[in-house]
């Protein structure tokens, strides 16, 4: 039975997507660095580093041979660190990029199509930094990245009923604060079940009044 498969499954807003799929019905997989299942009853756990390709691809694999091809795909992983642009070079900025936008390119493109093919499906990524931060360098890149992206496959795959969208979170998450993990997973189940012709490519979550 297809269902949800998580890249950059943590403790946050990946254990709290996934259990809110989950609830719903739909089969788990967790791809993270450990293959841990974070506590999640019959969920599978699979272990790759998102900036290994050849890792990232077979984990992905093993997923879509345990689930079939997923109803949706959440991609969560990125790199959050403070660094300027007095402090930048070019390998940690390449680091960064890997994880941050290189491999939500890399998941889509393995799985994607073939949720295309079958005529459906959701790829959602989770997004911030609505505005640039000269304190994150490297993540607001990242996150400009990953919403143009959204729109390249939107464009590429949203005719074919793929619904591409990014769930953009203006603040750090935490548990009982505006930007709880578990208000925010509901946006993504929203999207996922969000009828065609209503379909939103950005929800911003900026935790004025649950936004």
């Known amino acids: ?5 998580m890249v950059g499954a943590g403790p946050g807003i990946g254990r709290s997507v996934a259990g809110r799929f ?19 009853d019959g969920a599978l756990g699979y272990a790759a580093d998102c900036a290994d390709e050849p890792a990232l691809r077979g984990a992905l694999d093993q997923a879509m041979d345990a689930l079939g091809t997923p109803d949706a795909v959440v991609y969560n992983a990125a790199v959050i660190r403070p660094d300027s642009v007095a402090e930048a070079t070019m390998s940690a900025q390449v680091d ?5 936008v290189a491999g939500a390119l890399v998941t889509a493109a393995h799985v994607v199509p073939a949720m295309a093919g079958r005529g459906g499906g959701s790829f959602i990524v989770t997004g911030g930094m609505p505005e640039p931060k000269a304190a994150y360098v490297s993540l607001s890149l990242g ?6 992206l959204v729109a390249l496959l939107d ?8 619904h591409v969208a990014t769930v953009t979170v203006a603040g750090p998450v935490a548990p009982g604060t505006d930007f709880d993990p578990g ?29």
């Open 96 to 100: 960064a990029w890997a994880v941050n």
């Open 183 to 211: 208000d925010i997973a509901e946006h993504y189940w929203r999207l996922h079940t969000q009828p065609r012709a209503h379909w939103d490519r950005e929800i911003l979550h900026s935790g004025r009044a649950g936004a």
């Open 155 to 162: 464009q590429e795959y949203g005719p074919s009923g793929v």
């Open 1 to 5: 039975m297809p269902g949800l498969v």
């Open 22 to 40: 989950a609830r719903e019905g739909l089969p788990v997989a967790l791809v993270s660095r450990t293959g841990g299942t974070l506590g999640l």
């Open 143 to 148: 996150k400009a990245g990953v919403r143009t």
